[in-house]
């Protein structure tokens, strides 16, 4: 079995930044599962964000923006009592992918240019729910932002999120985004941290040859 791990979380800048690098390498292996694991960069902080820790940010932003040439926005930031707390948008991802497994790249995806591109303020439960349905009545699927909020609001999705944190925990994976191959019965890992799809394509070939 050969399948693909993702180990990402939708508010982390480097994760926004490789998404277009993962969608190029998906996109030439259409046949290759993909299993996405929520990390956990900043779950359950409560403590709002100050000046320094903005600034720290908006400087990580900038290298992201240079490397990647997507766009960013601090609008999210700049909010009176933001508190970055990312266990929501991991959730949200989490409860896409009980409802509709194949969507959940996706919701993720469109997690990130909310928070990162439009200023949304994806650590509410009523903002990822409006991103979330969107993507999930686009691939035909019919809930409303009630719906799904019932089962991001869960216990079975509160408790699969968390134990994904564990999971990442674990694997002693720090650093996001972390790419590995599931090929031969083995764990490979392709990468921790931005790398461009040919980086990743390279990497990936080096394990299939060397464990053929």
Same mark, same amino acid.
């Given at each position: 079995?050969?399948?693909?791990?993702?180990?990402?979380?939708?508010?982390?800048?480097?994760?926004?930044?490789?998404?277009?690098?993962?969608?190029?390498?998906?996109?030439?292996?259409?046949?290759?599962?993909?299993?996405?694991?929520?990390?956990?960069?900043?779950?359950?902080?409560? +403590?709002? #964000? =100050?000046?320094?820790?903005?600034?720290? %940010?908006? *400087?990580?932003?900038? /290298?992201?923006?240079?490397? !990647? @040439?997507?766009?960013?926005?601090?609008?999210?930031?700049?909010?009176?009592?933001?508190?970055?707390?990312?266990?929501?948008?991991?959730?949200?991802?989490?409860?896409?992918?009980?409802?509709?497994?194949?969507?959940?790249?996706?919701?993720?995806?469109?997690?990130?240019?909310?928070?990162?591109? +439009?200023? #949304? =303020?994806?650590?509410?439960?009523?903002? %990822?729910? *409006?991103?979330?349905? /969107?993507?999930?009545?686009? !691939? @035909?699927?019919?809930?409303?932002?009630?719906?799904?909020?019932?089962?991001?609001?869960?216990?079975?999705?509160?408790?699969?999120?968390?134990?994904?944190?564990?999971?990442?925990?674990?694997?002693?994976?720090?650093?996001?985004?972390?790419?590995?191959?599931?090929?031969?019965?083995?764990?490979?890992?392709?990468?921790?941290?931005?790398?461009?799809?040919?980086?990743?394509?390279?990497?990936?070939?080096?394990?299939?040859?060397?464990?053929?």
């Amino acid at each position: 079995m050969t399948r693909l791990i993702y180990i990402a979380d939708p508010m982390c800048s480097w994760c926004y930044g490789f998404g277009p690098e993962l969608t190029t390498l998906l996109s030439g292996l259409p046949d290759t599962q993909l299993e996405l694991i929520v990390g956990g960069l900043r779950a359950y902080n409560t +403590e709002v #964000m =100050d000046e320094q820790l903005k600034t720290t %940010l908006l *400087s990580h932003w900038e /290298k992201v923006a240079e490397t !990647s @040439g997507l766009p960013f926005s601090d609008k999210a930031l700049s909010q009176d009592g933001f508190i970055y707390d990312t266990e929501p948008a991991c959730r949200a991802v989490v409860a896409t992918g009980l409802l509709a497994p194949q969507a959940a790249l996706d919701v993720f995806h469109a997690i990130q240019h909310g928070f990162y591109a +439009e200023g #949304m =303020d994806t650590t509410k439960g009523s903002i %990822l729910a *409006s991103i979330a349905v /969107k993507i999930l009545q686009d !691939s @035909g699927f019919d809930i409303d932002e009630a719906g799904f909020l019932e089962t991001f609001e869960s216990d079975e999705a509160k408790a699969a999120t968390q134990a994904d944190f564990a999971q990442t925990q674990r694997w002693g994976v720090h650093g996001f985004p972390t790419l590995v191959l599931e090929h031969a019965g083995e764990l490979h890992l392709i990468t921790s941290g931005f790398v461009r799809t040919e980086v990743l394509v390279d990497r990936l070939q080096a394990v299939i040859d060397r464990t053929a």
